[in-house]
């Protein structure tokens, strides 16, 4: 096959039209980012096709194992002949195999994205395109493409601003539906969210039956799949966090002095709960990394705050202790291929930055905030953002050293800062049985969540979780809470 398209790698490409030195070039930059860890795109790399829209033979153009931050680097590409001819592009990104294995029509183990749009004479265009983790294994037919774990159009109709963004892009179309209820008989404490490809995984707590239960929806709060009763549930259990690998959903727990890491196939099939004998603070956190197919959270083990690694099948191992001090509420981030663990005592709170080596971590030393009760952070590619209780809820991106003063809180745990696109952050936490949330960093006016979000018996809780459905590039997340016997769950955006 004859390509009709010349493919050049380039930071900058100028082109000199063989009729007039004064033309701009025609030609579109393609500019590819993701949300993995940069290991795995060395590990696996990249590759980009070029052809007729559509057509998933079209053969491999280009391919790389570029990444800094999340950015892949540009290609630049330009018609060899004719200006009319419509330009399809296949990039797949290699998570569980190498990308030139990303075969179709399902690309097991991969991400990837698709678009199709048009030349303009003498214009130069840019094309931004993202592959996410909410986009693996998600098969999409060869005119679509994947969007935030969803399979939309891969038709671009227009630059505006010479910028080819796919239609439903950015936050232009932003509806916010009401919230609504998605479970009953749920006990008074902290649910727990994350995203999926097939929408958001919620896991909670039920009252008469002590069961813990989990369930997947979609954006607005219908079931995607049937509750599945994971396991028993004491009055001394704690939802500590969930996750996904892309195969499977996990949720971590703590009962009697015991971690318990259940797996749960997408069809409900329980594969896996392995026991592991240590404590954890409420607030853990879980994140899945495809480097070494494993899940990573933080714990308290023997009294000392370590890293924990797991993967199915296997016994935990313990890396990167943290202190030895008796710290309480550890809390776990990430973002820019980094960890951050936070931790609190009754004098202060820490947070220590953590990088993955190899089969481990490597941590710095805990940095301390003074006259602090609790603390929490997020953290995107370039920037990180904490939200602490000192005299009251305060909001300090690291990037601009701005602080925002977001005044009382109902509990030490009842906030919630998650990384979400431009804002660059977003802030949720309680105040008077109010859930609140405001972009971060900012100067404006907190907008409220639910005016009746009771957080867990006592007080002691946060009552909510949410998540990001694409930390990179949108301001949307979802969001899930306890209130008056019931689980509710709401989708946000601008």
């Not at 419509?86 to 990303?102: D, F, S």
């Amino acid at each position: 096959m004859t390509s009709r398209h010349v493919a050049t790698v380039a930071t900058a490409v100028i082109a000199v039209s063989a009729l007039s030195n004064c033309l701009a070039p025609t030609e579109i930059v393609v500019e590819l980012k993701t949300d993995l860890d940069c290991l795995v795109v060395a590990q696996n790399g990249v590759t980009i096709a070029f052809g007729k829209p559509g057509d998933d033979q079209n053969q491999i153009a280009a391919a790389s194992s570029s990444c800094d931050a999340g950015s892949l680097g540009k290609i630049v590409v330009a018609p060899a002949h004719d200006f009319s001819d419509p330009l399809g592009i296949r990039v797949a990104l290699g998570v569980t195999q190498k990308a030139e294995q990303c075969t179709p029509p399902k690309f097991d183990g991969c991400i990837v994205a698709r678009r199709s749009l048009q030349y303009v004479p003498h214009t130069p265009l840019t094309l931004p395109i993202e592959l996410d983790q909410d986009c693996l294994n998600q098969e999409c037919d060869p005119h679509s493409t994947c969007s935030h774990g969803s399979c939309v159009d891969a038709s671009v109709p227009s630059c505006p601003n010479n910028t080819c963004s796919l239609p439903d892009a950015g936050s232009g179309n932003c509806v916010n539906p009401p919230a609504v209820p998605i479970a009953s008989d749920v006990r008074a404490s902290t649910p727990r969210i994350a995203k999926a490809a097939n929408g958001y995984i919620v896991a909670w707590l039920t009252e008469s039956t002590n069961q813990l239960m989990a369930k997947t929806v979609d954006a607005n709060g219908a079931d995607v799949a049937s509750a599945v009763q994971v396991g028993a549930a004491g009055s001394t259990t704690k939802l500590t966090g969930v996750s996904t690998d892309g195969s499977n959903y996990v949720v971590l727990r703590e009962a009697n002095s015991q971690l318990e890491l259940t797996f749960v196939d997408f069809a409900g099939g329980i594969t896996g709960s392995p026991a592991w004998g240590i404590s954890v603070g409420p607030l853990a956190g879980l994140f899945y990394e495809s480097p070494g197919n494993r899940f990573v959270t933080v714990g308290i083990v023997s009294g000392s705050t370590e890293m924990l690694i797991a993967m199915l099948g296997s016994a935990p191992s313990f890396d990167a202790p943290l202190t030895t001090m008796p710290v309480t509420g550890v809390a776990l981030a990430r973002g820019g291929g980094k960890y951050y663990a936070t931790m609190h005592d009754a004098a202060a709170c820490y947070a220590a930055t953590c990088t993955p080596n190899g089969t481990g971590f490597i941590c710095g030393s805990p940095v301390t905030t003074s006259n602090c009760t609790s603390i929490r952070m997020a953290a995107n590619a370039t920037d990180t953002l904490q939200m602490y209780v000192g005299q009251e809820l305060t909001a300090v991106d690291a990037a601009t050293s701005q602080s925002t003063m977001l005044g009382p809180i109902d509990a030490p745990d009842a906030m919630l800062p998650i990384a979400t696109g431009s804002t660059p952050f977003r802030g949720l936490w309680r105040t008077n049985d109010v859930l609140k949330e405001q972009p971060l960093p900012s100067t404006g006016v907190a907008t409220i969540v639910d005016a009746m979000a009771y957080g867990a018996s006592g007080g002691t809780g946060a009552g909510f979780d949410a998540v990001a459905d694409d930390e990179a590039n949108s301001t949307s997340y979802a969001v899930v809470y306890f209130n008056n016997g019931k689980l509710w769950f709401a989708h946000r955006c601008d």
